[in-house]
């Protein structure tokens, strides 16, 4: 609500509806729910009914992709089987105080190509066509979740990691390439609405994440200390807190011509530990002690998800489009972090 959104436009979704949430996003007049589990929906009905309102749902549905990465495997965790949500929708169209709204899904982040997203837009419109050939009801919008990628980003496979491969240059910051992305996208869904046979094609609906929020922001760092290939920041993880294993950003060094990236180094946080690691065999020039790095795509997932293990919260800045930098969060100070205390 602080940030502008209306709270029509907004969908709320756990992997566990508990009543309480449930009554404080219904005070704020958000009343689409994802369900991902059958007994979600009795509790809606029951919630709806109590409260004398309607509430709008929106079906999500398992990601049956077979992927052998990782974060493939990880987006399966969560959703309903399409026989699990052919059975919700009956109830929800059997309940006078629930209204099917859509279908939802989320393939995973950082999606390679748009066709990573094709098995799961004709899983929906498969869903959407029995429903309406059973209940008569027609899918009002489908929902692809996020995984639209950033442009700047590369999400490394097993075989990067096997074999240490690295990502043969990171594509530039391109709206372009977005832009053909997301036009691919929706070609796709047209075709696989045609393909079920449904006379009305549902919305598209999208919650980018990282496509919108990743190349906003960089990571500003100085090399404190090198030894051997090692390179020692005065940047931690905590504050980018991604796994290099598994998403790999552009590393640029301010000083340095990048075309001589004579060098490979690893890249430590200023703990030395294990989960410090901020990155693995960049090819850079050869660094020296002082010199300035930045580090792409530090927007999406960073300093929201951060954490004081290794540090406090650097400072937060604004490049303005005049080219005026401002100061828009102080870093955070010893100070700040014992005052949160309770004294004993
Ligand atoms: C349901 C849902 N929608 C959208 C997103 C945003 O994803 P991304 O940053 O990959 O676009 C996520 C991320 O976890 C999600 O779980």
């Known amino acids: 609500k602080a940030a502008g959104f209306a709270a029509e436009a907004t969908a709320f979704q756990r992997?566990?509806?508990?009543?309480?949430?449930?009554?404080?996003?219904?005070?704020?007049?958000i009343n689409l729910v994802h369900v991902s589990h059958p007994s979600d929906v009795v509790l809606l009905e029951d919630m709806a009914r109590s409260r004398g309102c309607c509430l709008r749902i929106s079906l999500r549905v398992a990601n049956e992709s077979p992927r052998l990465s990782l974060l493939g495997f990880?987006?399966?965790?969560?959703?309903?089987?399409?026989?699990?949500?052919?059975?919700?929708a009956r109830s929800v169209v059997s309940s006078s105080h629930l209204r099917l709204t859509g279908i939802n899904f989320y393939v995973g982040t950082q999606q390679r190509s748009p066709a990573g997203f094709a098995r799961a837009f004709r899983s929906a419109m498969a869903l959407a066509a029995r429903i309406y050939a059973e209940l008569g009801t027609p899918v009002e919008e489908v929902n692809l979740g996020g995984g639209i990628p950033s442009t700047s980003l590369y999400?490394?496979?097993?075989?990067?990691?096997?074999?240490?491969?690295?990502?043969?240059?990171?594509?530039?910051?391109?709206?372009?390439?977005?832009?053909?992305?997301?036009r691919s996208l929706s070609e796709l869904f047209v075709q696989a609405a045609r393909r079920a046979g449904l006379a009305t094609r549902p919305g598209l609906a999208a919650e980018p994440g990282r496509s919108v929020a990743g190349n906003a922001g960089v990571l500003i760092t100085r090399v404190r200390a090198i030894k051997g290939n090692w390179a020692f920041l005065d940047a931690s993880?905590?504050?980018?807190?991604?796994?290099?294993?598994?998403?790999?950003?552009?590393?640029?060094?301010?000083?340095?011509?990048?075309e001589r990236t004579t060098r490979t180094y690893h890249l430590s946080?200023?703990?030395?530990?294990?989960?410090?690691?901020?990155?693995?065999r960049r090819r850079l020039p050869p660094l020296e002690v002082g010199d300035a790095l930045a580090l792409a795509d530090a927007g999406a997932y960073s300093l929201a998800r951060a954490s004081r293990y290794a540090g406090l919260a650097p400072a937060a800045y604004l490049v303005g489009r005049d080219g005026v930098i401002r100061i828009i969060r102080?870093?955070?100070?010893v100070r700040e972090l014992g005052g949160a205390r309770i004294p004993v």
């Open 74 to 88: 990880m987006s399966r965790r969560l959703g309903l089987s399409p026989g699990d949500a052919l059975a919700a």
């Open 155 to 182: 999400r490394a496979t097993p075989l990067d990691l096997v074999f240490g491969r690295q990502p043969r240059g990171i594509p530039d910051v391109a709206t372009a390439r977005l832009e053909a992305f997301c």
């Open 237 to 258: 993880r905590n504050y980018l807190a991604e796994s290099p294993l598994l998403l790999k950003r552009k590393v640029v060094c301010a000083a340095r011509p990048m």
């Open 269 to 280: 946080g200023a703990t030395l530990n294990t989960t410090d690691v901020m990155d693995f």
């Open 330 to 333: 102080p870093a955070e100070t």
């Open 15 to 29: 992997p566990v509806l508990l009543p309480e949430d449930l009554h404080q996003i219904l005070d704020l007049g």
